[in-house]
């Protein structure tokens, strides 16, 4: 079986939605709990939609939706949402990669290498648990520095996902034994998923947050667990990007590091210069970075004894700067609220503001914020206009735990924020919610922005967070009409689910809804039976041009719709990389557009198909005369392929050479496929 083939099978699909659920990875699936709820109410008809898609090749990812996270050091981490569909395909890629890759790296799983074990296919997650990778790699560094081996060094990666070049990460899945189709359309998925909103593509990077990365990125960086030097005397540990030295003797790993930063300029990856260092080890508990080792004593299974664990931060936290960041953020996660500690917080943020998140989840532990930390929230709120994310989570911690006089001073700071096309997706996500509770934006504002914001993870949310007895019946039917209909299927799973709460469903022909979305509402009654559908056929055509209007092509190709559809997909794959293949073709769907033209209209004769040229060649024929736009396109069509290198040696008219077909051609043939539709629809035919 082909490995697309195995990508969509039904079992691998649902195997790929089980791990998605089981991802214990709580950060991330905080983005997505209301998603990944209303898609399992009817995920047996959307896994076999999904499969239905990736078989006929016209699914269609969604751009990611990026976030950016301040850094320590100030520069942004970019973290990716990808819709639950997108995670879906993704995990299913990697379910086949894991299995591959799986027989030729266990026998490294927690003795050279301890992070993204692969857990196996009946498993329940797809990970092994991290925690026990962590504690491997630990033991094992100390018994590397009781063995002899004193001297340590680490080799860390610069911006390791978002570097991997997509045709390194082939060559290493060919090397896997998997087929060319596979791998162009994972880096065509991966292209998507990584680019940023500003709609530039690149050929490198992995989203940063899905689960299926950590596994795909182990393809690439398991290249290093080779790692070999004559005569050398070594212990060499990895923990994701994380590669830790140990040897006898402080050259011995110098000609170690050199050899790595050959193997990375082989991957096109880059060593951390600034975090690579020879040093001898005097304390081995200082070389780990674990979290649960050596245990923190104010902390038990069953009690934590806040006093000392106060304690504890103070001693982390000398002049309010943090010493050890991982255990830090350890304890400030068991802290119960108190003045003292709240104090001290706001402080070390000042020092530290890429510890914006813990803070904001230990404020969130308030029911009500004390007044002063209350005010000094709003004005962190109002002063922190460097990175949106920190003020999406400083928005959301604030959310319905200020007191009246300072709920209503955010708001009017909020409302000013409030751009719903030019904004990130997250502070447009915390800002929303918060005036659609307090009421400071008005129903038409509230349906724009649920309508109209760029994001669909962001449209999502929006209408998730819509309360519809807040709302008047036309205001909430504005939404679910529009969101019903929306480009992305998420957005058009919370529209229908929302139609659901309000009893409304919207009135008149299903064609153009968004297929999820009557899914939704057949599995909870709302509807009899689905009549929406997906029309490959419309779907290239907007891909190689947004102003080809669609038309039922499905009534127009009858029985010989599927092929059409399949002719229309490969031609608009074609167009951006092979245009001598786009015209070849659509030559072809040419040639079926004109049967079907005239088994539609038989007062213009009969046509047999695959003899093109018979009405080619008759420009004062019926067709012609009847349909010059279709014509026209048939014949410039025609006409190139005629003279493309691909197809013939001489051009028949000229006897010139044939030669290349310049992708000059393309903004014409989109033209007259727009002016040969438009005919159509006016002869009443689509």
Not at 251 to 265: A, N, P, Q, V, Y
Request: one cysteine or more; hydrophobic letters at 40%.
């Amino acid at each position: 079986m082909a490995d697309l083939d195995q990508l969509r099978h039904p079992d691998n699909l649902r195997r790929a939605w089980r791990w998605l659920r089981s991802n214990p990875d709580a950060a991330y699936k905080s983005y997505f709990r209301s998603l990944y709820q209303r898609f399992a109410i009817a995920e047996d008809a959307l896994l076999d939609d999904l499969a239905d898609r990736l078989r006929r090749g016209i699914y269609e990812p969604e751009p990611a939706t990026k976030l950016f996270h301040p850094k320590a050091s100030g520069i942004l981490r970019p973290y990716s949402l990808l819709s639950v569909e997108d995670q879906i395909v993704y995990q299913a890629a990697l379910n086949l990669i894991a299995e591959q890759l799986q027989p030729r790296v266990a026998q490294r799983y927690n003795k050279t290498v301890f992070g993204h074990l692969y857990a196996g296919k009946t498993s329940t997650w797809f990970y092994r648990k991290w925690t026990d990778g962590y504690q491997a790699f630990n033991q094992a560094t100390r018994k590397a520095f009781a063995d002899g081996y004193v001297y340590a060094a680490s080799f860390d990666l610069t911006a390791c996902y978002d570097s991997l070049d997509h045709r390194v990460l082939r060559h290493f899945l060919e090397k896997l034994g998997f087929d060319p189709d596979f791998c162009t359309k994972l880096a065509q998925w991966l292209e998507k998923w990584t680019a940023t909103g500003k709609g530039i593509f690149h050929n490198h990077g992995i989203p940063q947050g899905p689960l299926s990365s950590g596994l795909l990125s182990e393809v690439v960086l398991s290249y290093f667990d080779d790692l070999k030097l004559k005569r050398a005397d070594f212990r060499y540990l990895r923990y994701v990007d994380d590669i830790r030295l140990f040897a006898k003797d402080e050259h011995t790993l110098r000609k170690l590091l050199i050899r790595l930063d050959e193997m990375s300029k082989d991957i096109g990856l880059f060593p951390q210069s600034g975090k690579i260092s020879i040093h001898r080890i005097t304390d081995i508990e200082e070389e780990l970075k674990s979290v649960s080792n050596p245990p923190e004593t104010a902390i038990s299974s069953k009690f934590t004894d806040q006093k000392k664990l106060l304690k504890r931060i103070k001693e982390l936290t000398p002049r309010y700067c943090i010493r050890n960041p991982t255990r830090f953020k350890y304890l400030l996660a068991h802290a119960t609220p108190s003045a003292e500690l709240t104090a001290r917080v706001w402080l070390i943020l000042q020092h530290h503001p890429e510890i914006y998140r813990s803070v904001c989840n230990y404020l969130k532990r308030y029911a009500k914020l004390p007044r002063i930390a209350g005010e000094k929230l709003v004005e962190v709120i109002n002063t922190n206009g460097l990175y949106s994310a920190v003020q999406a989570e400083f928005i959301a911690a604030a959310d319905g735990r200020l007191g009246g006089i300072q709920d209503r001073k955010l708001a009017r700071i909020i409302k000013k924020l409030w751009i719903p096309k030019n904004m990130s997706s997250d502070l447009q996500v915390a800002a929303g919610r918060y005036l659609f509770r307090t009421g400071d934006l008005s129903a038409a504002q509230i349906a724009y922005a649920c309508h109209a914001a760029p994001s669909w993870w962001t449209r999502t949310i929006l209408i998730e967070s819509v309360v519809p007895s807040s709302l008047g019946s036309t205001t909430i039917q504005q939404i679910v009409d529009a969101g019903v209909k929306d480009r992305g299927g998420d957005a058009a799973l919370s529209a229908s689910w929302k139609g659901f709460e309000a009893n409304y469903v919207p009135p008149g022909q299903r064609r153009s809804w968004k297929k999820a979305a009557e899914l939704l509402m057949k599995e909870l009654g709302m509807v009899q039976r689905s009549t929406a559908s997906h029309c490959g056929i419309n779907h290239a055509f907007a891909k190689l041009d947004t102003r080809i209007s669609t038309a039922n092509w499905r009534n127009f190709f009858g029985a010989r719709y599927a092929q059409a559809e399949r002719q229309a997909i490969e031609a608009v794959a074609a167009s951006g990389v092979n245009i001598t293949g786009f015209v070849n073709l659509l030559d072809v769907f040419d040639d079926l557009l004109i049967d079907a033209i005239y088994r539609a209209d038989v007062s213009i004769g009969r046509y047999n198909l695959g003899q093109i040229g018979s009405v080619l060649n008759a420009p004062t024929g019926r067709f012609a005369t009847n349909y010059p736009k279709a014509y026209a396109l048939a014949k410039e069509v025609h006409e190139r392929r005629y003279e493309s290198m691909a197809s013939h040696p001489l051009v028949k008219s000229s006897g010139k050479p044939t030669k290349r077909i310049s992708y000059k051609f393309l903004p014409t043939v989109k033209k007259l496929i727009r002016e040969c539709i438009a005919e159509l629809r006016t002869k009443g035919l689509i």
